[in-house]
């Protein structure tokens, strides 16, 4: 069974999961589940809002992905 296949099983029985299984499950991985978790810091919180704020206010300015990759080529081709 592929890691994509397990995974959506196990959101698809997460979606239906009693209370009490929930818990259960949670216990047993808790602290691979909290190690995982980033951990952000106030300031990386306030910039990301801001960004967000912006982005959604017109504010920002965006790139395609295709400009994006453009942009990675001529900072690799560059002469240092």
Do not use: C, F, W
């Amino acid at each position: 069974m592929t890691t994509a296949i397990i995974k959506q099983k196990l959101h698809n029985y997460l979606e239906v999961a009693d209370s009490k299984k929930l818990k259960a499950l949670y216990t047993i991985i808790e602290d691979i589940v909290e190690d995982s978790s980033p951990e952000y810091s106030k300031e990386l919180k306030a910039n990301l809002n801001k960004r967000t704020t912006d982005l959604k206010l017109g504010k920002a300015r965006t790139v395609s992905a295709n400009e994006s990759k453009k942009r990675i080529q001529n900072i690799i081709r560059a002469p240092k």
